[in-house]
């Protein structure tokens, strides 16, 4: 900045020194006589007679211009300046509603099961099993934070996943909330092992948000059926409910903070399908609305498929 400062104000004082010739005359034509009557010596050795009115309106119009181009030069170098600063700001502010929008989920599933706990001991019911459980979804919600951490630093790590074996634990994870609101959830897989690039934890994250939604626009007694199919290279995965359906456009819903449940039971904040397309986009994979009407909706996500290392390894032996 403090260049391009200096770049001005020397190419103003030059301006300011053009306006002043501009806005003189020669001596010679002062005294009447015309420049093609006198020696080209004669008019080197003249005398330059300033015009007062010509000079100051050339000065006024060079300076004008200097402060125009001094303010947006200074303008656009302090957008520049302030470019990371806001970027900054803006990641924060995204890191802090995401975390938000991930623990919520958790500490439902925590809530819920600590409420199970306490009706088992008002009845005299053993609690063992719940205790475990709770002690899973405290040891979950350590390993989302880690997630979310590593995934604001841009750190991943993409390896062989079994998506089978992810359906299964999101679905352990987030059963206690399926129970209070008496919606069963199906599950069906052609295998047990549908190897997937992605990670553990974020894959996780991404059905825990699915069946979370779908679960929350389900009527009670009503029922969530989940499928897992190989289609050529891709893994697909579908969750599909028995709700009202989404309105208008379907892709508005994957906006961040799109809130389609304003005047719903469910007060989100329409970010739990935004984080989830992100998530996938980290391992080139998708989230779309397959179908929605009003007799349910259909979510669909794809990942890509690959091979155990361990089996290609003994496949080059």
Known sequence: M??????IAILGALLVVIGVILGSRHELSERGFSPNDVTSGALFHGSLIIDSEKAIIFIILFVAG?????GMVAWFLSREEIRPLDQAIRLQR?????????????????????ELIERR?????PIDPLLKELTNDVSRMDIII??????????????AVNLSQAITHALESIDVLAEQREVAIHFASPSATVLVLCEETGIERCLVAVLDNAIVHSPHHTNIEVTLHAAQDKAVVTVRDQGTGMEGNPEQWFARFARSDVESEHQGYGLGLALTRDILSRYQG?????????SGTTMEITLRLTV?????KGNNK
């Open 2 to 7: 403090m260049l391009a400062m200096s770049a």
């Open 66 to 70: 200097i402060i125009i181009t001094t």
């Open 94 to 114: 995204n890191f802090v509603a995401d975390a938000s929008h991930e623990l919520k989920t958790p500490l439902a599933i925590i809530n819920a099961r600590s």
């Open 121 to 125: 001991l008002r009845l005299g019911k």
């Open 146 to 159: 880690n997630d979310l951490l590593l995934a604001a630093r841009g750190a991943t790590s993409p390896h």
């Open 286 to 294: 998708t989230i779309r609305v397959l179908s929605t009407s009003s």
């Open 308 to 312: 155990d290392p361990t089996e290609s």
